[in-house]
């Protein structure tokens, strides 16, 4: 198995920029060909990706809100089922939704998306597509969405609201 360690050996870097650039944490910058170096070489020696401890970090900042939506969930087949949420916490990519209310009170076992209509100004009147990515259980349940689908209008409205 490939470390961290034998990439910066092989390069002449020090193991913490090579986990930094692995990681794309922010601090030190590095040169562009510096990062395509310790990239190229990764992929070379055949480092799995899948060990970084970062691999799911988010893509957009997140602004807190407390937001009343409608929820529905679909399937394949269908609408599965619909109720009520609140977004906690919103960006561009995607929303944290907690406290859903639905009368079956349950999520399908097979795949499935959500939509998310949020139900207050300024993003009533939209409709936003996605799937959860992952599950917050710390006391209440929620879950994290990612948006699937966002025309130019609905990016606006976002950029709007989820600025910080």
């Known amino acids: 198995m490939i470390t961290q360690g034998e990439i910066a050996r092989r390069l002449g870097l020090d193991v913490s920029s090579v986990n930094k650039i692995l990681n794309k944490r922010a601090g030190p910058v590095f040169r562009k060909d510096t990062i395509k170096k ?15 401890k970062y691999t799911h970090r988010r893509q957009f900042e997140r602004k807190e809100v407390a937001i009343g939506a409608e929820v529905v969930i679909v399937t394949k087949d269908g609408v599965y089922d619909q109720g009520i949420a609140t977004i906690r916490d919103i960006s561009l990519g995607g929303a944290r939704v907690a406290d859903l209310a639905t009368p079956m009170g349950a999520l399908p076992t097979e795949p499935f998306t959500l ?3 949020p139900m207050q100004k300024p993003l009533d009147e939209m409709e936003l597509t996605g799937h959860i990515v992952r599950l917050h259980m710390n006391g209440q349940t929620s879950f994290g969405v990612e ?5 130019a209008a609905a990016a606006r409205k976002l950029k709007r609201v989820a600025s910080p």
Not at 40 to 51: I, P, S, V
Not at 147 to 151: A, E, I, M, V
């Open 38 to 52: 310790v990239f190229k070489t990764a992929r070379e020696l055949g480092y799995d990706f899948g060990r970084l």
């Open 147 to 151: 948006f699937s689908k966002l025309d």
């Open 115 to 117: 939509t998310i209509r």
